[in-house]
């Protein structure tokens, strides 16, 4: 039996409130998410090799086999219809929350190139800079709807629009996509209860803030506690605090160095936009506050954490010696000082993955197979020893 290999993200994630500051404690609720899978017709091959298995196992050979040949034909329907639709006349609105964002500039180049490679046209892929602006974004997506494009994939300026953006598209009959910034629990629901045609593609955070602390409890307490008090003396720069994956990296950072058993002490936090030039700034005043004592730098993501490496070099201060820094995303630049030795590590933020499965999820809303309602796929941990093989990968 064939059987898609499938970007999948199995998460009982933990959402969690923003942490305000150092000290502040996170409230944190249960959610369980629902697996993601590419499309329906993965579902059924998996639900049916599970039947198969279990059949067999009770010795009934020949329901097996049937269990098989019926499931290779439910996925061969449902991805012949995603493959047999001609999308060469088929438009798809593209709403990206800011242009200027390295890493969702590497995602909508390769959504495009994918979307092409699947059979759109160029020029019936329309993708616009939202300006980091909410009112300026549903404007476009008004426009969107004017022209009556055949799908929207969706990077919401604010996660909290995602409700009024949903009624608005479903209301106009269109699919929905959305990318990168996840719309909360409730609004995930609605989607569910409704049977609309809507759905999330993106990493779970979590993990990726599992990753950076993991890379620094492994470096050990005697390496990186310079100040020897002890504890992990850190600064947190924060991404755009209304994002959840700001949100859990700055709790999940800590939550790995905690959890392995290291006493943590928080010197500052602050929030850089997921901005490289605020970043510098806000490190650069951190390191004049608390010098030789900031032992750790967390960057919610590399762009910041490039900002903070030049405010680490100015104060003549040396990555892997006196100081460590992580960061999220596997820029090229990042990776690069990563091999260098001017990074301890970053987390590769996968955007051929989910530009991918974002794209597929539009071609099955076309095709009418139709999406599971969230979409994951996994961040992978990036050190010395891997990162030219990611850098290879994403040059
Ligand atoms: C994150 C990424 C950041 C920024 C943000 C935008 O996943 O790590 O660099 O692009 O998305 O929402």
Redo the contacts with the bound molecule.
Sequence with gaps: MKKKVICTLLASAMVATMLTGCGDKATETDTTKTEGTDDKADDAADDATDDATDDATDAADDDATDAADAADDAADDAAGDAASTDLSDKTVGVCI?QFS????TLFRGELENYLIEKGFAKENIKIVDGANDQATQSGQIDNFITEGVDVMIVNPVNSSSAETITDKVVGAGIPLVYI??EPDEAEEKRWEENNWDVTYVGCDASQSGTFQGEMIVDLGLDKVDLNGNGKIDYVMIE?DPE?V?AQLRTEYSIKALEDAGLEVNCLDDQVGN?DQATAQQLVANSLSQHGADVEVVFCN?D?MALGALQSIETEGRKVGEDIFLVG??ALSEALENVLGGKMTGTVF?DHFAQSHSAADAAINFIAGTGNDKYIGCDYVKVTQDNAQSILDMVK
Excluded: I
């Design positions: 929350y964002d390295n890493f969702m990168n910034r991404g994002n994956d997921w993501n762009a999220v995303d933020n």
